[in-house]
T-cell receptor
Framework: NAGVTQTPKFQVLKTGQSMTLQCAQDMNHNSMYWYRQDPGMGLRLIYYSASEGTTDKGEVPNGYNVSRLNKREFSLRLESAAPSQTSVYFC?????????????FGQGTRLTVV | GDSVTQMEGPVTLSEEAFLTINCTYTATGYPSLFWYVQYPGEGLQLLLKATKADDKGSNKGFEATYRKETTSFHLEKGSVQVSDSAVYFCALSKAAGNKLTFGGGTRVLVKP
């Protein structure tokens, strides 16, 4: 009953370092998403993938890259971390392309860039 | 662009009190509306949704009605419990691909 699994749960990076956040879902969903959560701003979409092999930018894509490795996995990469990327990152998935379906979220990755 | 505005918290209540969290939206067309809840240390989970005007979503004693004339989707619960302490997010989805636009979140603290 895993749902959406993110790793790691916590990470501290130095400015300029790189890292990849991993996300996997076991619900056979087509669509996957990366959001960032900042105080008072809710969640903002970084990138999403409507299906395996496709990715598109969301509201705040600068400084990030993504890979939809297969139907299950969707990773987010920070090539050169900046303090402005300190945030909590959530991966999510949903089952259909319509706009009224439930999104399932992972537990989040708390990233601090110093 | 689309946006969602919800009341800032924190909202502090006593157990069995009435809870209301205001949410208004700006969007063209006919969005679907959602309330998600985030319990401490966890990801978001869907609380309820409504997909067209005048629809009422309900779950776990919470209710919200899609009001197109006032572009609102206020969340209510008649008698809160300590276990309802969480952050509540109002959100809309309009485009294919189910991309969500979130409000800023409202932290609710229920005291015994």
């Amino acid at each position: 009953n895993a749902g959406v699994t993110q790793t790691p749960k916590f990470q501290v990076l130095k400015t300029g370092q790189s890292m990849t956040l991993q996300c996997a879902q076991d619900m056979n969903h087509n669509s996957m998403y990366w959001y960032r959560q900042d105080p008072g701003m809710g969640l903002r979409l970084i990138y999403y993938s409507a299906s395996e092999g496709t990715t598109d930018k969301g509201e705040v894509p600068n400084g990030y890259n993504v890979s939809r490795l297969n139907k299950r996995e969707f990773s987010l990469r920070l090539e050169s971390a900046a303090p402005s990327q300190t945030s909590v990152y959530f991966c999510a998935s949903s089952g259909r392309d319509g706009w009224n379906t439930e999104a399932f979220f992972g537990q989040g990755t708390r990233l601090t860039v110093v | 662009g689309d946006s969602v505005t919800q009341m800032e918290g924190p909202v502090t209540l006593s157990e069995e009190a009435f809870l209301t969290i205001n949410c208004t939206y700006t969007a063209t067309g006919y969005p679907s509306l959602f309330w998600y809840v985030q319990y401490p240390g966890e990801g978001l989970q869907l609380l309820l949704k409504a997909t067209k005007a005048d629809d009422k979503g309900s779950n776990k004693g919470f209710e919200a009605t899609y009001r197109k004339e006032t572009t609102s989707f206020h969340l209510e619960k008649g008698s809160v419990q300590v276990s309802d302490s969480a952050v509540y997010f109002c959100a809309l989805s309009k485009a294919a691909g189910n991309k969500l636009t979130f409000g800023g979140g409202t932290r609710v603290l229920v005291k015994p």
